[in-house]
C-alpha cells in the first residue's frame, strides 16, 4: 500500500512516524493518573483545585449510582452542561459504567434533545441547572428515565477574585421532581461500580457532527479511536505531566474534548477550566497559574489582542498558541506573534476524526495552513468528480485514513457509506472540505464543499476573502457570504465588525473601495453590512450557515447592491 509521504521532509525530529496505541480503554487514563499523581491538581475552577485522587473518587461513585439505576455496557448517556469540573466527572463517570458518553450542546434545547434522545435510545441524562429546563419536559414525557442535576457553584469552594459567568455566581437550586436527582445525592448513594470491563474496539463517545443539511448525524468512535488523538497528539506536542493547559473552548466539542480534556487527563497535566469565555478572565489566569499551553479557536484570540488592557497581564507562561476551526488571518497571527512571540499552530480535524489529522510541525509552521497529516494519518485530496488522486497544488475534496476515523453514523448504514471510498486498498473518510496540498506536503483549506460563492461563473471562495479583508486596519471581525443577485446568480457580500475606535471613521463604501485596491474584482464584496457582532457557535465558530440563509430569505429576488 502506498502512503503520502511528501510532507516528512518538515517532520518534527522528536516525533515517531508510528505510535502503538494502548490495549486499555479510555477511563484506564485516569486511573494511572490517579496513582501516579493524586495529589497533583487535576483541574482549576476559578481557584478551586480538584485534585486527581478526589476527580477519580467521584468519578467512580457516580459510576456506582449509574449502574445502580440501571445503566448498563453499552447504554448512551447524555452529558448535557458547559465547561466545569461536573464536565469531566460526568464523562469518566459514564466511560466507567461501560456505557457511551453522548456529549450534547448546551445550546440546545427541548426540541433538538428529543431528537438525541430519540435517535441515541438514552434513558439517562447528566444535566447542569442552568439548562434543565429544556430536559425536564422529556422526563415528564417517559422520553428518560433519570437527570442528575447539578449546579457549577457547588464546585467553586475557593474564595475567589475572579469575575464569575453568572451561570457559576448561581447558587444550586434544588430542584426536584420526578426523575430529578441531585448531583451530590448521586455521589454520596455509596453505590460501586462492578468491574470496569470496556475493552478498545467498545464504543466510547457518540457525538453529533451537525453537517451541511438535515438532522445531526451521531458519529460512532471507539475507545480505541478516541484513545488515538490523545496518544498521538501528546507526542505531536511533547506533552508531559507539568503541563498547565486554559481549556476555554466548549469540551462538548470533540477540540475541548480530545485537546483539552482527554490529552491532559493522558499525562495527568492541569485542566484551568472556563465555563464561559472572558478575556480578561482568560488573561488573568494565565498569569495566576503560569499557563503553558491554550488551545482555542481564532475568534478568542482576536477578543483578547482586542483587549486595551492586554498589555497589563503577563502572558510569558505560554509556550504554545494554536487551534482549529477557521483559518488564523495573517494580521492577527502577526499582532500575536508582536505579543508573545509565538507562532499560531493551526490544525485540522472533524467530529468524524475525533478533533486533530492534520497539525502544523513547531519548528516550520506556515500561516492559514491546516500543516501535514500527524502519526498514522495518511491523507490525500481527490478529483470531486472522479475520484481520483490530485497531485500538488490541485484543489479537490480532503480524504483521510488514519486510526482516529470514526467507524461510522449512529444507524445510518446509507450515509456511512456515502461517506467512504478505497484507495491503495485503504479506507478513506470523505471530509467535505475542498483543498489542497502544496510541494512540501502541506494541506491548506480552500472551503467547504457547500460554501463556495458562484459570481458570473467565477468561483469565490469565501474564506479567502475574509482572509484578506482582515489586513484591513479597521476590521475586528468579518463573514462572507454569497447575496443572491439576478444578473450575477449570486454576489459576494461581507458582513463587518469594526473596531470600536474606527466605528465613526469608516462607511460600508470604504471597505469595498479598500478591497477593490487589494483583491481581484471578482471577488470583491458588492456589499458590505456593518454589525455589531456576529453569531457564533459554542466553539466559537462563526455561523456563516445561519448567515447564508437568512441572507437568501431575505433577498430571494432583489439585486444585492
Keep these: 500500500m502506498s502512503t503520502f509521504d511528501r510532507h516528512l521532509a518538515a517532520w518534527p525530529e522528536f516525533a515517531p512516524e508510528h505510535i502503538t496505541l494502548p490495549d486499555t480503554s479510555l477511563y484506564t487514563n485516569l486511573e494511572i493518573a490517579a496513582l501516579r499523581y493524586p495529589r497533583m491538581a487535576a483541574m482549576i475552577y476559578y481557584d478551586t483545585r480538584i485534585t486527581y485522587a478526589e476527580f477519580h473518587a467521584e468519578a467512580e461513585a457516580l459510576a456506582g449510582y449509574l449502574q445502580s439505576q440501571g445503566v448498563e455496557k453499552g447504554d448512551r448517556v447524555l452529558l448535557y452542561m458547559q465547561n466545569s469540573p461536573q464536565f469531566v466527572i460526568g464523562f469518566y463517570a459514564i466511560l466507567r459504567a461501560d456505557a457511551v458518553v453522548v456529549p450534547v450542546n448546551p445550546m440546545n434545547r427541548t426540541t433538538e434533545l428529543a431528537y438525541l434522545v430519540d435517535d441515541t435510545g438514552a434513558r439517562v441524562a447528566l444535566c447542569a441547572q442552568e439548562v434543565f429546563p429544556h430536559l425536564q419536559p422529556l422526563l415528564e414525557g417517559d422520553r428518560l428515565r433519570q437527570a442528575v442535576v447539578t449546579a457549577y457553584a457547588d464546585y467553586v469552594r475557593t474564595p475567589t477574585d475572579l469575575e464569575l459567568p453568572d451561570v457559576v455566581r448561581e447558587p444550586n437550586r434544588g430542584l426536584s421532581g420526578s426523575g430529578v436527582v441531585p448531583w451530590r445525592q448521586a455521589l454520596q448513594a455509596g453505590a460501586r461500580p462492578g468491574p470496569h470491563t470496556a475493552r478498545p474496539e467498545d464504543m466510547a463517545v457518540l457525538p453529533y457532527s451537525s453537517g451541511t443539511t438535515g438532522n445531526p448525524k451521531g458519529c460512532v468512535h471507539t475507545h480505541r479511536s478516541t484513545m488515538a488523538t490523545v496518544v498521538i497528539g501528546c507526542a505531536w506536542s511533547q506533552a508531559t505531566s507539568d503541563l498547565v493547559q486554559l481549556v476555554s473552548v466548549p469540551m462538548f466539542h470533540v477540540t475541548g474534548m480530545q485537546v483539552c480534556m482527554n490529552a491532559t487527563v493522558y499525562i495527568g497535566g492541569t485542566m484551568v477550566i472556563m465555563t464561559r469565555w472572558d478575556r480578561r478572565v482568560a488573561a488573568e489566569l494565565i498569569q495566576r497559574y503560569r499557563i503553558a499551553a491554550w488551545r482555542n479557536i481564532p475568534t478568542m484570540v482576536v477578543d483578547l489582542l482586542a483587549d486595551p488592557d492586554i498589555d497589563q497581564y503577563d502572558l510569558s507562561s505560554l509556550k504554545g498558541i494554536g487551534g482549529g476551526g477557521a483559518a488564523m488571518p495573517a494580521a492577527v497571527?502577526?499582532?500575536?506573534?508582536?505579543?508573545?512571540?509565538?507562532?499560531?499552530?493551526?490544525?485540522?480535524?472533524?467530529?468524524?476524526?475525533?478533533?486533530?489529522?492534520?497539525?502544523?510541525?513547531?519548528?516550520?509552521?506556515?500561516?492559514?495552513?491546516?500543516?501535514?497529516?500527524?502519526?498514522?494519518?495518511?491523507?490525500?485530496?481527490?478529483?470531486?468528480?472522479?475520484?481520483?488522486?490530485?497531485?500538488?497544488?490541485?484543489?479537490?475534496?480532503?480524504?483521510?485514513?488514519?486510526?482516529?476515523?470514526?467507524?461510522?453514523?449512529?444507524?445510518?448504514?446509507?450515509?456511512?457509506?456515502?461517506?467512504?471510498?478505497?484507495?491503495?486498498?485503504?479506507?478513506?473518510?470523505?471530509?467535505?472540505?475542498?483543498?489542497?496540498?502544496?510541494?512540501?506536503?502541506?494541506?491548506?483549506?480552500?472551503?467547504?464543499?457547500?460554501?463556495?460563492?458562484?459570481?458570473?461563473?467565477?468561483?469565490?471562495?469565501?474564506?479567502?476573502?475574509?482572509?484578506?479583508?482582515?489586513?484591513h486596519p479597521a476590521i475586528q471581525e468579518v463573514c462572507v457570504i454569497a447575496s443572491p443577485d439576478p444578473r450575477r446568480g449570486e454576489t459576494v457580500k461581507a458582513l463587518v465588525v469594526l473596531r470600536p475606535d474606527m466605528r465613526a471613521q469608516v462607511t460600508g463604501e470604504d471597505i469595498i473601495a479598500w478591497c477593490r485596491d487589494n483583491m481581484a474584482a471578482y471577488k470583491c464584496p458588492r456589499v458590505v453590512e456593518m454589525v455589531d457582532a456576529l453569531p457564533k457557535s459554542p466553539t466559537g465558530k462563526l455561523q456563516w450557515r445561519l448567515l447564508q440563509e437568512q441572507e437568501r430569505d431575505r433577498r430571494p429576488d432583489r439585486p444585492a447592491g
Design 333 to 471: 497571527e502577526g499582532r500575536l506573534f508582536e505579543k508573545t512571540g509565538l507562532r499560531y499552530m493551526e490544525g485540522y480535524g472533524l467530529t468524524e476524526t475525533m478533533a486533530s489529522t492534520h497539525i502544523n510541525p513547531h519548528q516550520a509552521p506556515k500561516a492559514q495552513c491546516l500543516g501535514i497529516p500527524i502519526i498514522d494519518v495518511d491523507s490525500r485530496v481527490i478529483d470531486l468528480d472522479t475520484l481520483q488522486e490530485l497531485g500538488s497544488n490541485q484543489t479537490g475534496e480532503i480524504i483521510i485514513h488514519g486510526p482516529q476515523v470514526f467507524q461510522g453514523y449512529w444507524n445510518r448504514p446509507e450515509e456511512t457509506a456515502a461517506a467512504f471510498m478505497e484507495l491503495d486498498g485503504k479506507r478513506f473518510f470523505r471530509t467535505g472540505d475542498l483543498g489542497y496540498y502544496d510541494e512540501e506536503g502541506y494541506f491548506f483549506l480552500v472551503d467547504r464543499v457547500k460554501r463556495m460563492i458562484n459570481a458570473s461563473g467565477y468561483k469565490v471562495w469565501p474564506t479567502e476573502v475574509e482572509s484578506l479583508m482582515y489586513s
